[in-house]
Structures are given as structure tokens and as C-alpha cells.
């Protein structure tokens, strides 16, 4: 079955810090990842996309995102974090092999310190 | 560019009564998603709808139904609510048709409170 695992229930980094947040797939074939982030009480903001080509994409906000099909992961990296972006961050992975279903992990809650 | 809206924003409802959700895709898009977020879980995906029919669903009982109109406007019916029903529903829209049907743009949600 598929699944979307993020080991990291929640990261407190400083501000001006590197990020990494992890992500781990389950899934038969190449799947469609993303990474999406929520702010308190809003919907979700589409920060990056991998459908096939470059593992390495770029987002908005100055993320990017590194797929690793041995490792079966999909870690979302920002070099200097901004208390802006202190939200919740949830990797999702698209199946195109049951009928059009998607699937988020439970999410990684981000504390930015001063 | 008009975005995701849904509404209303909040909703209270009784146990056992009836709730329709309702979305607006944006502009361009013929496919909309819906998902149900409880407190503290990530989303989970309830049906996708394409050009009015359903295109996929995920792991929730027949007393979730929907419906999508001819201007991909969309409708999410919950019927004999439970207490666990009681979370934030989230609709989505996407261009259908390959990998575009995955690029999805969120909307607000709905704040469904059942008591």
C-alpha cells in the first residue's frame, strides 16, 4: 500500500539556520511527490513539484526539494530559514496507479527560533 | 486569477444531521479534490471529481457523496454526521488529464464542528 512517512514531528531551528525536513515514500512505481506548507488556520500553499527529470527541483520561498529513488525520499532543504516560515510542512505523493489517489504524511511542524 | 474559495467557513452541526460543502475551482481547472484533515493528522483523501463524474476515492463510507456542475464548481455531502466527522475539509482543484491532474491548488477548507 502506498504511504508517505515524515520521521520529524517537530523541528525547532534559529533563524538564519539551514533546514532539512525528511520525507519517506512507499509506492510500486515512480510517483509524483510534493511539498506542501499551512500556515495556522489556512489551506494548503504548493511549495515544490517532482513529476520525472531533474531530482533536484526548485520551489518558492527558496526551497528545494532533492528526489532520491534509492532511498526512496523526498527531503525538502532551505539554506537559511526566515521566521516567516514557521508553518506546517507536509510531503505528499501522487499515485497514478489507483485511480488518481493522493497521499500526505502527517506533517512536520517547524518552530523558527529568533 | 481566481483562486480556491469555499465556504462557509465554519459550520456546527448536530450529530446525525446532514452538511454540503461547497468549492469553487480556479480559473482554468476541470477537477476538483477533496480531503478531510482532523486536528494535528495530515489530509486525507476523500474523492476527486473530473468532468462531473468521480474519477477516484479513498478509504471513506458512501455517507460521503459529492457532486461536480458543469462550471467544476463542486459539492461535498456528508450525511448522519458522526463526531469524528468533525474536522477541516479542504478542496483542491487541478487542469485534469495527466500529470496536471496532480498539481493541486488548496482552498481555505471548511472548519466542520459536530457535536
Known amino acids: 500500500a502506498q504511504s508517505v512517512t515524515q520521521p520529524d514531528i517537530h523541528i525547532t531551528v534559529s533563524e538564519g539556520a539551514s533546514l532539512e525536513l525528511r520525507c519517506n515514500y512507499s509506492?510500486?512505481?515512480?510517483?509524483?511527490l510534493f511539498w506542501y506548507v499551512q500556515s495556522p488556520g489556512q489551506g494548503l500553499q504548493l511549495l515544490l513539484k517532482?513529476?520525472?527529470?531533474?531530482?533536484l527541483v526548485q520551489g518558492i520561498k527558496g526551497f528545494e526539494a532533492e528526489f532520491k529513488r534509492s532511498q526512496s525520499s523526498f527531503n525538502l532543504r532551505k539554506p537559511s530559514v526566515h521566521w516567516s516560515d514557521a508553518a506546517e510542512y507536509f510531503c505528499a505523493v501522487g499515485a497514478t496507479n489507483t485511480g488518481n489517489q493522493f497521499y500526505f504524511g502527517t506533517g512536520t511542524s517547524l518552530t523558527v527560533i529568533p | 486569477e481566481t483562486g480556491v474559495t469555499q465556504s462557509p467557513t465554519h459550520l456546527i452541526k448536530t450529530r446525525g444531521q446532514q452538511v454540503t460543502l461547497r468549492c469553487s475551482s480556479q480559473s482554468g481547472h476541470n477537477t476538483v479534490s477533496w480531503y478531510q484533515q482532523a486536528l494535528g493528522q495530515g489530509p486525507q483523501f476523500i474523492f476527486q471529481?473530473?468532468?462531473?463524474?468521480?474519477?477516484g476515492r479513498g478509504n471513506f463510507p458512501p455517507r460521503f457523496s459529492g457532486l461536480q456542475f458543469p462550471n467544476y464548481s463542486s459539492e461535498l455531502n456528508v450525511n448522519a454526521l458522526e463526531l469524528d466527522d468533525s474536522a477541516l475539509y479542504l478542496c483542491?482543484?487541478?487542469?485534469?488529464?495527466?500529470?496536471?491532474?496532480?498539481?493541486?491548488?488548496f482552498g481555505p477548507g471548511t472548519r466542520l464542528t459536530v457535536t
Open positions: 517532482y513529476f520525472s527529470g531533474d531530482t
Open positions: 509506492y510500486g512505481a515512480t510517483p509524483y
Open positions: 483542491a482543484s487541478s487542469k485534469g488529464g495527466g500529470s496536471g491532474a496532480y498539481e493541486q491548488y
Open positions: 471529481y473530473y468532468r462531473e463524474e468521480e474519477n
